[in-house]
């Protein structure tokens, strides 16, 4: 027998211990998990598997072609791979390569676990204690009774009859190669197993709604060519479930940061406040493309489900697919039938047109709209009827009019996008909402409220609906109005707060302390940044708002940031300098034809600050006729106090007071 063939892996065997003792550490091979003083420790199922290895050999060394034969056997992976999986096994033992307790680095042969381990096997493991109920349940995650197994056909044909023929099938193997629609939905079977008890599932009008973040992807590879797969993925399969009310899914943007990231799973279950985590990673050779998953409860914090799918690249689109299908099934989630209908499996797409849109989505997702633009157009030329390419090719053009001063021009592609969205998916929501902030930036307000409110009626649960509407009522001027559904946003989900946005309404009521603490702690965001100076600026915390003002300019001299830049400057009282940009600043918006009158409303404050009484006026009244009419914060605005008494001051505020009102009987 050769030396490879003498290295045990993982799952192998049937005379297998249930478990691997060390230190505080047990290995359970039964639940494929790490425990360290029977909670569980967070690794990709790929470091479990090297972990395993490892301590099934222990005290003999292990050259990096034996274990990289043994974990991959039939791929080419690179040497950094196992690299990288030792780290991690190092950063979850707490162990160090400089002072090692349980793996050593033979230098220039490999590596050899040196700490004691005792094999404990499942009858001495039952006669030891039994499994707590916040333990890990042994015979509810891939171990089932053949009664369970009976059982099981009969729930899936009454599944298949609730939402619909799906055409897949159920197995218990882990690590497989199938047709890609298969593969996918077999491997995720496992995930959620222990969500509920099948015999026991209270009525659902006494299960409250779960909450779920979906992780972006980690990259084993670390390839930047193909990073990209990492946030998008997930990104697709939270817009696939977005469509579930009984699931509060967090959206892409409050878990972007995680990208490539080593997950604490209490800390960040608690920092998003859900009640499960979705961890995975993938690796991508050529044409093939390899995921792992990992399914946690962040309250118990139970494995519930992992496995690890192969798949071939241009079958990118089952991923959302099947695994949102899955998720739903094992929630056991009580489907409408619209609801049921939405989470279907959609229509075949160009792969290379879905990649493109993948790429689109990533860069959309840093702020790279310009870049984003041309990868979703690359998308909708190749496959022009996808129509979530539509919606986020809109959305890059209302990012790029609104922020990198795009203009008219790309305000009427924006339109154009999202109509095709919609005409190729009516009541798509990512369309609709998207739509609804186009609609509030080119002065369309109350087209906007009309088509959230209907959205809502079927949508009632979706916290970035309500927060649009909340965002159109603050340019409408009712401010009360705006918090309510503001806040009802992040009743749904606490992490709107971190999604980028801020509670405007509350600056305009004069709640600066509110307002403040309404924004995301985030210190690379210029927009950000100048918002957190504009709050401070209010407050007459001068010196923390230049401060503020100045890092917004120097990360991205945009709209807002040249605002700041300005106000920066009449704190300096270098007034014939924060007149300069402004003037450019309106120079730019006059010619490109920028909408976003909010955003214009404020060249208006910082001319009136600055003295410029004129060409305050003259701002002032683009921003009202451009669809910024909040009367009542016109009305008591304190950057506006040197036009107070002005004729065409009160004339501007006449009109806006006149559609506010009109605003109001109308919709309230």
């Not at 959609?346 to 870049?371: C, I, K, M, T, W």
């Not at 955003?599 to 060409?615: P, R, T």
Request: hydrophobic letters at 40%; proline letters at 4%; aromatic letters at 10%.
């Amino acid at each position: 027998m050769s030396t490879t063939n003498q290295v045990q892996a993982s799952g192998r065997g049937r005379s297998l211990p249930s478990s691997y003792r060390f230190g505080p550490f047990v290995l359970d091979t039964l639940q494929h998990a790490l425990l360290k003083e029977g909670k569980p420790v967070a690794l990709t199922p790929k470091t479990y598997d090297t972990l395993l290895v490892l301590v099934q050999n222990r005290g003999r060394v292990l050259s990096k072609d034996e274990l990289m034969n043994a974990l991959w056997p039939d791929s080419f992976v690179e040497e950094a791979n196992l690299t990288q999986q030792v780290s991690m096994i190092r950063k979850a033992l707490g162990d160090s390569s400089g002072d090692p307790r349980y793996i050593h680095t033979v230098p220039g042969r490999g590596y050899r676990f040196t700490s004691e381990v005792e094999d404990w096997t499942q009858e001495k493991a039952n006669s030891e204690a039994a499994v707590s109920a916040e333990g890990i349940r042994n015979s509810d995650l891939f171990e089932r009774t053949g009664l369970e197994r009976e059982s099981s056909a009969k729930k899936q044909k009454a599944f298949l009859r609730w939402v619909g023929p799906r055409g897949q099938k159920v197995t218990q193997s882990l690590t497989f190669k199938a047709t890609a629609a298969g593969v996918l939905f077999l491997a995720f079977l496992a995930i959620g197993r222990s969500f509920y008890s099948r015999s026991s599932t209270p009525p659902l009008s006494l299960i409250a709604p779960r909450t779920l973040a979906i992780l972006p992807l980690q990259n084993l590879k670390q390839d930047p060519e193909n990073d990209f797969l990492g946030f998008s993925l997930a990104d697709a399969v939270i817009t696939k479930l977005d469509y579930v009310n009984y699931l509060t899914t967090r959206p892409s943007a409050a878990v972007e940061k995680y990208r490539n990231q080593v997950i604490d799973i209490p800390k960040v279950a608690g920092d998003l406040n859900v009640d499960t985590l979705l961890i995975g990673s993938f690796v991508r050779d050529r044409d093939d493309l390899r995921i792992t998953y990992q399914l946690v409860d962040g309250k118990s914090q139970k494995i519930l489900g992992r496995g690890t799918i192969d798949l071939k690249y241009d079958k990118l689109l089952r991923v959302q697919d099947t695994v949102a299908l899955q998720i739903v099934k094992d929630l056991e989630l009580n489907l409408s039938p619209a609801e049921a209908e939405r989470i279907k499996p959609e229509a075949p797409v160009n792969a290379l047109a879905y990649e493109y849109f993948l790429r689109g989505v990533d860069l959309h997702s840093q702020h790279r709209f310009p870049l984003a633009i041309k990868m979703l157009e690359k998308s909708t030329e190749i496959d022009a009827n996808y129509a979530p390419a539509w919606a986020y090719l809109g959305a890059s053009y209302t990012s790029d009019a609104a922020f990198e001063f795009g203009g008219r021009e790309q305000y009427r592609r924006a339109q154009a996008a999202y109509e095709r969205a919609l005409t190729l998916q009516p009541s798509q929501l990512e369309a609709e909402i998207f739509l609804a902030n186009n609609l509030v930036d080119t002065g369309k307000v109350e087209q906007a409220v009309l088509l959230l409110r209907d959205a809502l009626k079927t949508n009632p649960n979706h916290s970035d609906l309500h927060w649009e509407l909340g965002y159109a009522y603050r340019f409408a001027g009712m401010l009360t109005e705006s918090v309510a559904e503001c806040e009802t946003a992040r009743r749904i989900d606490p992490q709107v707060k971190a999604n980028g946005s801020m509670l405007n309404a509350y600056l305009y009521l004069g709640q600066y302390d509110n307002f403040l603490g309404s924004l995301p702690d985030v210190n690379d965001s210029s927009f950000l940044l100048f918002y957190r100076g504009f709050g401070e600026f209010h407050k007459k915390d001068l010196e923390r708002a230049a401060e503020d003002f100045q890092r917004a300019y120097e990360t991205d001299p945009s709209l807002y940031a040249m605002v700041g830049e300005a106000l920066r400057d009449s704190i300096a009282h270098r007034t014939a300098d924060g007149l300069e940009i402004l003037h450019r600043a309106e120079q730019k918006i006059t010619q490109r034809g920028v909408g976003d009158p909010e955003g214009v409303y404020k060249i208006a404050q910082a001319y009136s600050v600055l003295g410029d009484k004129v060409a305050a006026l003259r701002v002032l009244r683009r921003s009202v006729d451009g669809g910024f009419f909040s009367y009542p914060y016109l009305e008591n605005d304190p950057l506006l106090t040197s036009l107070h008494g002005d004729p065409e001051f009160n004339e501007i505020l006449s009109l806006a007071r006149q559609r506010y009102e009109a605003f109001r009987a109308k919709f309230f």
